[in-house]
């Protein structure tokens, strides 16, 4: 068991680009989340898959975020068009029903 | 909505003293209550978590307390070392189904000097 991953660990992007990150939950984690977190701040809620399905978003993931779990094995969380207001870091956690959370090493966009 | 705060924002500690790090929240409905680390620029580790029926949990030099009625934990840190240098996160999940979402805490940066 490696732990929850995060792909990239940071990147770089200019206003107007698409970025979009990977995670991989812990193998049998059937539970997946996305979080964002800017500096000085805790975590903020962004989504939440139970398997395949996403059962719950928050009112942060405007219609330019969006995120997907085919399979329900990994993730991934695209934003459109980004903006500097993006710049965060992005946290991925997966649980085994509503359980401990284990959060990757989360990943750091930057919007030039 | 439920909004947790953590007191102090900051603290600062010779090595080998015993400390106790303060989270409070609004709404004490809750499912469970989790404590982090995260040590700069990374993720979270879990440290312990309490479900809303318990009182306590310990792992090694921790030990967290909730008090849910009166919306407060507590995490003690016993014997505090340097490697402890890290923000210290507390988060609550909601009672009831259907939501899953952790509301944290701004968190308690702690330095222990050697």
């Known amino acids: 068991d490696t732990g929850v991953s995060q792909d990239p660990r940071h990147k770089i992007t200019k206003r107007g680009q698409n970025v979009t990150f990977r995670c991989d939950p812990i193998?049998?984690?059937?539970?997946l989340y996305w979080y964002r977190q800017t500096l000085g701040q805790g975590p903020e809620f962004l989504t939440y898959f139970q398997n395949e399905a996403q059962l719950e978003k928050s009112r942060l993931l405007s219609d330019r975020f969006s995120a997907e779990r085919p399979k329900g094995s990994f993730s991934t969380l695209e934003i459109q068009r980004t903006e500097q207001g993006d710049s965060a870091m992005y946290l991925c956690?997966?649980?085994?029903?509503?359980?401990?959370?284990?959060f990757g090493e989360g990943s750091r966009l930057t919007v030039l | 909505k439920q909004e947790v705060t953590q007191i102090p924002a900051a603290l600062s500690v010779p090595e080998g003293e015993n400390l106790v790090l303060n989270c409070s929240f609004t709404?004490?409905?809750?499912?469970?209550l989790q404590w982090f680390r995260q040590d700069p620029g990374k993720g979270l580790t879990s440290l312990l978590l309490i479900q809303s029926s318990q009182r306590e949990q310990t792992s090694g030099r921790l030990n967290a307390s909730l008090d849910k009625s009166s919306g407060r934990s507590t995490l003690y840190i016993a014997a505090s070392q340097p490697g402890d240098s890290a923000t210290y996160l507390c988060a609550v999940r909601p009672q009831g189904a259907g939501s899953y979402q952790l509301t944290f805490g701004k968190g308690t940066k702690l330095s222990v000097i050697p």
């Open positions: 709404d004490s409905a809750i499912y469970n």
């Open positions: 956690a997966s649980s085994l029903d509503p359980g401990e959370l284990f």
């Open positions: 193998s049998e984690h059937n539970r």
